[in-house]
């Protein structure tokens, strides 16, 4: 599968992301997704089956992804947002029509269940198959860098050389035995710092599709917050960053749906960053190859 392209287009005062992806030859479709925050505003599907009739060439279809991405990035920066929006909605209708003359149920993809969207309080239901005209060829616009990815040190635990064996223990009663804590007596400090936190024990392993949930909170009494932005960034040394975004529930929760990009080298990490009211807090975790 070729890894795909991530992008950040500013127009008017707002951060579109543009991510384009090679679903893989199992569906042998390049697939592009223009948001808005957590919400999709237009898409663009094309079949490459070509590709695959008289031998598959990998770098003919890397070619094919970095155009459609760059032609995405371009009609955006033109400010052909809106435009961008209804020619998708176009090939919805014209995929419906074609579906109900064929007497074949028309095949979907459910948007806000999949592709890191876990805000699915509305569904939309975008076809398989949207055309968007093409665009003029740009000059290459987009810079995004490569973050090297912060592993998490290994722990390394001391070597005791046993010295003496104590045969005969001396058992104390319990009433002997006391705990007590270094913080007694003392009060904690409350704070209302903004937090968030991964529900669950995982481990992250390059290649793996998984669905994580995601808390976010305030303070020392762990408040919910609703309505927060959160984005999970994969980061590599060998790929390219992917980037998935979300809004927390009313209780502060949010599903995402993850696809780790697959490496055998390198060092990569998953960042979590949740955003609200200004203020932004992060986590790391480690990602191992696989």
Request: glycine residues 8%; negative net charge; contains cysteine.
């Given at each position: ?82 435009e961008l ?8 209708l014209v ?114 599709r998984m ?80």
């Open positions: 599968m070729i890894s795909g392209f991530n992008t950040d287009v500013e127009f008017d005062g707002i951060v579109y992301h543009v991510q384009t992806e090679d679903k893989g030859l199992s569906t042998k479709k390049i697939i592009s997704l223009v948001y808005d925050r957590g919400t999709i505003l237009a898409s663009k599907r094309t079949p490459y089956d070509d590709l695959t009739v008289s031998g598959f060439d990998e770098n003919v279809l890397a070619e094919r992804v970095q155009k459609q991405h760059k032609l995405i990035c371009a009609a955006i920066k033109a400010g052909r947002i809106a929006k209804e020619m998708t909605a176009k090939a919805a995929q419906a029509d074609g579906a109900i003359a064929a007497a074949s149920p028309m095949p979907t993809a459910l948007v806000g269940t999949s592709i890191g969207i876990a805000d699915a309080s509305v569904l939309v239901h975008y076809p398989h198959a949207e055309v968007i005209p093409d665009l003029p060829e740009p000059e290459p616009i987009f810079a995004e860098d490569l973050l090297e990815a912060t592993a998490e040190p290994f722990n390394v635990e001391p070597i005791v050389d046993v010295v003496a064996v104590v045969e005969d223990d001396h058992l104390l009663p319990a009433e002997a035995v006391a705990v007590v804590s270094e913080l007694s007596g003392q009060e904690r400090s409350a704070n209302s710092k903004l937090g968030v936190e991964l529900l669950g024990d995982f481990k992250f392993k390059g290649g793996d669905t994580v949930n995601i808390m976010v909170c305030r303070g020392t009494e762990r408040k919910v917050v609703a309505e927060a932005q959160i984005m999970v960034k994969a980061l590599g040394s060998s790929f390219r960053p992917v980037i998935f975004h979300a809004k927390s529930d009313a209780n502060g929760l949010a599903k995402i749906h993850l696809q780790l990009p697959h490496f055998q080298a390198g060092r990569a990490a998953l960042l979590v960053r949740a955003m609200d009211q200004g203020e932004e807090t992060e986590l790391r975790r480690v990602v191992t190859p696989g």
